[in-house]
T-cell receptor
Framework: DAGVIQSPRHEVTEMGQEVTLRCKPISGHDYLFWYRQTMMRGLELLIYFNNNVPIDDSGMPEDRFSAKMPNASFSTLKIQPSEPRDSAVYFC????????????FGQGTRLTVV | LAKTTQPISMDSYEGQEVNITCSHNNIATNDYITWYQQFPSQGPRFIIQGYKTKVTNEVASLFIPADRKSSTLSLPRVSLSDTAVYYCLGQVNRDDKIIFGKGTRLHILP
């Protein structure tokens, strides 16, 4: 398996534009996580899914953020409208099962909102 | 979720053994201790996981005392490429979240 695949790797957009980040988890993994990382706030969990169902979105900063998982092999994180403070690296991770199983992370998407 | 506390940063030299200690005073009975490593510009990577006593793999060793209120990640003979941020997590079986703290920024000097 190629691991968790995120696209794009880099995104530069203007304030107010819609941004869509994409993630393909490892095949067979039941859990998918979206994180945001900044120097100030560290690695924050935004939302996670189990079997394509959102379980906890309490980390989503505000209504401008939304995430979907239409099937087991694809998820999106959308920001609309984007703001400069959304600039960060966004990571997607997947995990095979509950408990002890390790999470595998993608390479991340570096988002810059100008 | 188990709250973890670890040093913000550490420096060491190539060839040395590095020990990073993590405190988790409120760890629950069924929590495992998991460590991740993050290199610059990459996502975190699982290193090792344990419940109690000692666990060793090709990357590191993990020591967990009987009371399980702390754990120590041991990296033998570090090299410059071990420079990274190391995260200690109390991974909860009853809750599927994976929550990262601030981690320990390890800087290896030549």
């Amino acid at each position: 398996d190629a691991g968790v695949i995120q696209s794009p790797r880099h995104e530069v957009t203007e304030m107010g534009q819609e941004v869509t980040l994409r993630c393909k988890p490892i095949s067979g993994h039941d859990y998918l996580f979206w994180y945001r990382q900044t120097m100030m706030r560290g690695l924050e969990l935004l939302i996670y899914f189990n079997n394509n169902v959102p379980i906890d979105d309490s980390g989503m900063p505000e209504d401008r953020f939304s995430a979907k998982m239409p099937n087991a092999s694809f998820s999106t994180l959308k920001i609309q409208p984007s703001e400069p403070r959304d600039s960060a690296v966004y990571f997607c991770a997947s995990r095979q099962r509950q408990g002890r199983a390790e999470a595998f992370f993608g390479q991340g998407t570096r988002l810059t909102v100008v | 979720l188990a709250k973890t506390t670890q040093p913000i940063s550490m420096d060491s030299y190539e060839g040395q053994e590095v020990n990073i200690t993590c405190s988790h005073n409120n760890i629950a009975t069924n929590d495992y201790i998991t460590w991740y490593q993050q290199f610059p510009s990459q996502g975190p990577r699982f290193i090792i996981q344990g419940y109690k006593t000692k666990v060793t793999n090709e990357v590191a060793s993990l020591f967990i005392p009987a009371d399980r209120k702390s754990s120590t990640l041991s990296l033998p003979r570090v090299s410059l490429s071990d420079t990274a941020v190391y995260y200690c997590l109390g991974q909860v079986n009853r809750d599927d979240k994976i929550i990262f703290g601030k981690g320990t920024r390890l800087h290896i000097l030549p």
